[in-house]
């Protein structure tokens, strides 16, 4: 019955387009300063009318393919390219339309994805102030940006456009994918595509297709969700139905808030009466609080200041927002920012903080994923300190919500956010990011995969054993392009609190069996008190060395760190032996750390540990009959073994988990 009731939704709503459409609609990659696979047949496709004809002509070999849409409208060639080069352009006609594509470039294709440390984007100020100043136009740099939606269904079509790399647009970037794109057109010269699909705080399972995503234990069920939540989603848009409605297509969410902000009623000036409004706590998460919604919400706070001097300058601290927020302290601006990784740090000009009666007036926009003011308590500081904290109730209010990417509902008098109807699916939702953001990117032609994600599936580790290679087949799979290179960069050292990620690391290295996988290995980057490590740039160059060797002939590439290989028991002590050690083994301390054995009880001691040419001896005088070593077993795991190129080695443990 699901099957069913999916096929006619997907079915219905393709007819009721196509039946529509009668110029070209192309695939989303498919825009002005595109990068093609170099050498290769790379699929062209799109939409028309049914049984129309369309002529594809291509200006680096003048080559004429003329192809007629089948009855849903769609139409998919292939066309040959060259060896890297370009611009070049691509016309797509019938004889309602004509679309030309300019500046296009023949070069190597990557695609980006993963969690929030591949999404982890050069304006960051650390490595803005490290990268940003360089930057010249680079057009042998290119970003498409995927825009960041959930779907129940597979997509055919997302937002994005190509970007060439320069001073202005590449703050946007991935840092990660930036610096590896970087590398590689260094060392190769030639034009470097990122396709760039990311979502922070994102599971494994939201990346899979359905089909795969079931294979997982915990989600044998998850047609029953989805089919659940198909009927939800229709009593959301019934819910949402009388609403006044505001275009918002194409417009970013800096446009979008200005041009809410001068069509809504704004609540920054001292003297509104909130006295009916409702009340919470932050920080709070939106979606945590109201279920699944993307509103834009006004905060108000009245609080009286005792220590006051007008010679003062003090600054006011939100934390992070999720999306975009405009502070007003007395009913004058003090701050405006966007995006959800950064800290709102606003200062606060001499004389506006009244000693006595104050108010703080916040408005959150909300464009997508989770929202809102997440993290911190909002407080007050002179210098370093704290000098006032903005706890207890705030008031609120909800001037509407995102019915879509497109579109914005005001929510009038008669709004009552109980009879809301409880979404669950969201970003997190199995499913959800592939059907959105990688299925209408299949099956653009690309070289391969980096990937950063793993944080929040530490929880589910064990899981991971199966999850992980599950999700790199289903890629592989659905773009039918064989075993394209998938390299990927294992979770840094951090305080989880929980001990379980050791355990995915280990899945992580176990990925590793499958073919044309590469790791790269982040234990003394990381930094244990922030699941974003600021060393983006050594990250992008590390996976960089695996493409080198393994794709681009640079076999002299050292490319990995010290990697385990197996165990032999000596008496008293245990050897290791390693592959991948490059120049040799190499500590820049007078002691190995992390090293730990255990006897046949599989209880682990500390161990003494010492390097032997390509290999390492370890023993503990509390195992007389070691058996097991593990390497690197702890949230927070420094470990000081590299290679002497200064790759360091990966943690492993030479007992097999039980990953069931």
């Not at 409208?73 to 004509?98: H, Q, R, V």
């Not at 083994?585 to 599989?602: C, I, M, R, T």
């Not at 927070?636 to 097999?656: I, R, Y």
Request: glycine residues 6%.
């Amino acid at each position: 019955m699901f099957v069913r009731l999916l096929f006619v939704l997907l079915v219905g709503a393709y007819f009721s387009t196509t039946a529509q459409l009668k110029n070209i609609e192309l695939a989303p990659l498919f825009v002005d300063n595109m990068v093609l696979q170099q050498r290769s047949e790379v699929p062209i496709w799109g939409w028309s009318s049914p049984n129309n004809i369309i002529k594809i002509e291509s200006s680096w070999n003048h080559q004429v393919k003329t192809i007629v849409t089948d009855k849903f409208g769609k139409f998919y060639t292939e066309l040959k390219t060259s060896s890297y080069g370009g611009p070049y352009s691509l016309k797509i006609s019938s004889k309602a339309e004509t679309i030309i594509i300019k500046n296009v470039m023949f070069g190597e294709v990557w695609l980006a994805s993963g969690q929030s440390n591949m999404e982890w984007t050069l304006s960051d100020p650390i490595l803005k102030s490290f990268e940003l100043d360089s930057i010249r136009n680079n057009t042998n740099i290119r970003f498409f940006k995927v825009s960041n939606e959930v779907s129940l269904i597979p997509n055919e079509q997302s937002v994005g456009q190509w970007k060439i790399c320069n001073s202005s647009n590449a703050p946007e970037f991935s840092a990660v994918a930036y610096f590896f794109a970087k590398k590689l057109t260094n060392k190769l010269d030639v034009p470097i595509g990122i396709i760039q699909s990311t979502w922070g705080g994102t599971p494994v399972e939201s990346w899979m297709p359905l089909e795969y995503v079931e294979k997982i234990k915990r989600f044998a069920n998850i047609r029953d969700v989805i089919k659940d939540e198909i009927i939800n989603k229709t009593k959301y848009g019934q819910w949402l139905a009388g609403m006044r409605s505001i275009d918002v297509s194409n417009k970013s969410i800096e446009d979008i808030n200005e041009y809410l902000s001068s069509n809504l009623q704004s609540y920054h000036q001292i003297d509104v009466d909130d006295s009916k409004w409702s009340q919470h706590q932050l920080p709070s998460n939106f979606e945590n609080e109201f279920g699944e919604i993307d509103p834009l919400i006004w905060y108000r706070k009245e609080f009286y200041f005792d220590s006051h001097s007008d010679e003062k300058t003090y600054n006011f601290f939100l934390g992070p927002i999720d999306d975009l927020d405009v502070v007003y302290l007395n009913g004058v601006r003090i701050g405006q920012d966007v995006g959800w990784q950064k800290d709102r740090i606003y200062e606060i000009p001499k004389g506006l903080l009244q000693k006595g009666k104050n108010v703080i007036a916040i408005s959150v926009l909300d464009n997508g994923g989770g929202g809102g003011i997440y993290k911190n308590t909002p407080h007050i500081k002179y210098k370093d300190k704290v000098v006032f904290t903005l706890d207890g109730a705030w008031k609120y209010k909800m001037l509407g919500c995102f019915e879509n990417k497109t579109k914005f509902k005001v929510f009038d008098s008669q709004f009552n956010l109980d009879n809301k109807p409880n979404l669950q699916y969201n970003q997190k939702s199995p499913s959800s990011l592939f059907n959105a953001m990688i299925a209408p990117l299949i099956p653009y032609r690309i070289k391969g995969v980096i990937w950063y994600q793993g944080e929040n599936n530490v929880s589910h580790s064990e899981e991971y054993f199966n999850s992980f290679p599950l999700m790199i087949n289903s890629w592989r799979d659905s773009w039918k392009q064989g075993e394209f290179p998938f390299y990927y960069v294992q979770i840094a050292p951090y305080d989880y609190g929980s001990g379980k990620a050791p355990t995915l690391r280990e899945a992580q290295r176990f990925a590793m069996k499958l073919p044309n996988t590469g790791m790269v290995v982040t234990s003394d980057i990381g930094d244990i008190n922030d699941i974003h490590p600021k060393n983006k740039h050594e990250v992008g160059n590390r996976l960089a060395l695996w493409a080198l060797h393994k794709d681009y002939g640079f076999v002299d590439t050292v490319y990995s760190g010290p990697l385990y290989k197996k165990i032999s028991v000596e008496g008293k002590q245990i050897r290791i032996h390693f592959e991948s050690v490059g120049s040799g083994l190499y500590s820049p301390d007078k002691k190995l750390n992390y090293f730990e054995v255990a006897g046949e009880d599989q209880t682990y001691y500390p161990a003494k540990a010492f390097i032997d040419n390509d290999d390492v001896i370890v023993r503990s005088t509390k195992v007389k009959s070691p058996k097991s070593v593990r390497f690197g077993w702890a949230d927070t795991s420094t470990p000081n073994l590299f290679n002497k190129e200064g790759l360091p080695a990966v943690s492993f443990s030479s007992t097999v988990i039980n990953a069931n």
